[in-house]
């Protein structure tokens, strides 16, 4: 999956792109990027990338044992983890057919097909939240703003952000505006 992110220096964006024109980006940088905060555009949340190039030695190339298998299915991308249950739940998954595990992919996927119209919105709203808490949380009008966030308030979100600096400003809003974009 394609993640996008935006690469801000002090208060001034620098790029927002794909992983690797950020990464290719922040190479060119030098040293400055150490200075540089990035951004994934989908949850607003500050993340560190690894910039070392690609073809950085492997453990199986410098003679190092492989790490041992953990459970589940890895090449698949299935990790063991747990879950809690009540005992009835326990009983239940018990009788259908193929155990547990089977019984609560089929749960999940079904579950995740089913469309939930606010979800955009509350995601939206967490990703403009994350991020001004990083860039603007200190910023006058940062309170209000994030009331208005979640009262869906647009005109007083864009109202309480008109003094943050442009590029943290504009960022803000580009990633609250599907929860303004929701019906109400």
Do not use: C
């Not at 540089?36 to 492997?58: C, H, M, W, Y």
């Not at 747990?82 to 089977?102: C, D, F, N, Y």
């Not at 109202?159 to 990633?175: E, T, V, Y």
Request: proline share 5%; hydrophobic share 40%; aromatic share 6%.
């Amino acid at each position: 999956m394609m993640t996008n992110m935006t690469i801000f220096v002090g208060d001034k964006k620098i790029l927002s792109g794909s992983e690797d024109e950020v990464r290719t980006a922040l190479r060119s940088m030098g040293e400055s990027a150490q200075a540089a905060l990035l951004f994934d555009d989908e949850n607003g949340k500050q993340v560190d990338i690894d910039l070392r190039e690609d073809s950085a030695p492997t453990d199986a190339a410098q003679g190092k044992a492989a790490a041992p298998r953990g459970r589940g299915r890895p090449n698949l991308g299935v990790r063991a983890r747990e879950v809690t249950l009540l005992p009835r739940h326990w009983e239940w998954l018990a009788t259908q057919k193929g155990g547990a595990s089977v019984t609560l992919r089929k749960l999940v996927e079904a579950a995740s097909k089913q469309e939930d119209p606010g979800l955009a919105a509350r995601q939206a709203m967490d990703a403009s939240y994350a991020f001004s808490m990083a860039m603007a949380g200190n910023l006058p009008g940062y309170e209000g703003a994030m009331r208005a966030l979640y009262t869906g308030d647009e005109a007083a979100f864009a109202a309480a952000i008109s003094g943050w600096p442009a590029d943290i400003r504009d960022h803000s809003s580009r990633l609250a505006q599907p929860a303004f974009a929701m019906p109400a």
